[in-house]
């Protein structure tokens, strides 16, 4: 009889290893849950303070915060302008990736793998690096930093979102489709619009709405690359949170938190999300 294992009532076995094992492996799923829900779930229940002050735990409750965010026009402002970033961002990046998508998807030769590894190179180069690479980029081709440069910078750090989740769904598509719609008379345009796109669908608005996710958060590239201008959402609640603890960050974080979670259960019904990001 194996030393790892003891038989109990049934003649089953308990193998010891594998208990242990997975004794582990959940205490830290748990612990490792913990650290990543526990910092959202304080930010929520100190919003809902009534004091002046972010104070765990609150000295009462109030709407308060979340009311006064109709009069914060400097964060109105700079939501405004992540907003309109993210979304030419997005859009952009939508357009290279498929593009590039297509390109180098099922693709055997060196250069479709050399393409795949530049077009992912971002989400390995730190960000800080890349945001200050870019600012000396532009600064030596004679661009000043604007809206342009910030929408530019953003886009460069997206598009791996939409290249990944795009190639994954071509390389799920059966290439018999297309050569079926060739054969009975369809030409690439029309069987990229009526075939591929359709069947690939899914993945694209699964890296867009990533990309947009990753562009609206961006703290690196939007410090080097804007403008005194362009005042951005993470850059501005940083900037209250570090100069007077201001309370309606906390609301407004809390309004963020809501939004995203309702926004990835969209995604989810729409595009099977959790299915992409595995």
Not at 54 to 72: C, H, I, T, V
Not at 116 to 132: H, N
Request: zero cysteines; charged letters at 10%; hydrophobic letters at 55%.
């Amino acid at each position: 009889m194996s030393d790892y294992a003891k038989p109990v009532s049934g003649g089953r076995r308990i193998d010891f290893d594998a208990l242990s094992f997975r004794i582990v492996m959940t205490g830290i799923a748990l612990m490792a849950l913990v650290l990543l829900v526990a910092p959202t779930v304080v930010v929520i229940w100190v919003s809902f303070t009534s004091g002046y002050s972010l104070k765990f735990p609150p000295p009462g409750y109030s709407l308060r915060w979340y009311a006064e965010l109709w009069n914060a026009w400097q964060l109105q402002f700079a939501m405004m302008n992540s907003l309109k970033v993210a979304a030419w961002a997005t859009g952009l990046s939508i357009l290279l990736g498929v593009s590039a998508s297509l390109g180098i998807a099922r693709s055997p030769t060196l250069t479709a793998k050399v393409l795949d590894s530049l077009f992912l190179s971002p989400l390995v180069l730190p960000a800080l690096a890349f945001g200050l690479s870019s600012l000396m980029f532009f600064s030596m081709i004679g661009v000043p930093v604007s809206p342009l440069t910030l929408i530019i910078g953003h886009t460069v750090v997206s598009v791996p979102f939409v290249v990944r989740n795009t190639v994954a769904s071509l390389a799920q598509m059966n290439p018999s489709l297309l050569e079926a719609s060739s054969s009975l008379g369809a030409g690439r345009w029309y069987g990229f619009r009526r075939v591929t796109l359709p069947l690939i669908r899914p993945g694209i608005m699964a890296g867009g709405f990533i990309a947009f996710m990753a562009s609206f958060d961006n703290v690196p590239v939007s410090l080097f690359l804007r403008d005194a201008a362009t005042d951005m959402l993470p850059i501005r609640m940083w900037q209250d949170l570090e100069g007077r603890l201001d309370v309606t960050v906390a609301a407004l974080s809390g309004v963020l938190i809501v939004v995203t979670i309702g926004l990835m259960l969209l995604m989810e019904r729409v595009a099977g999300l959790s299915k992409r990001l595995t």
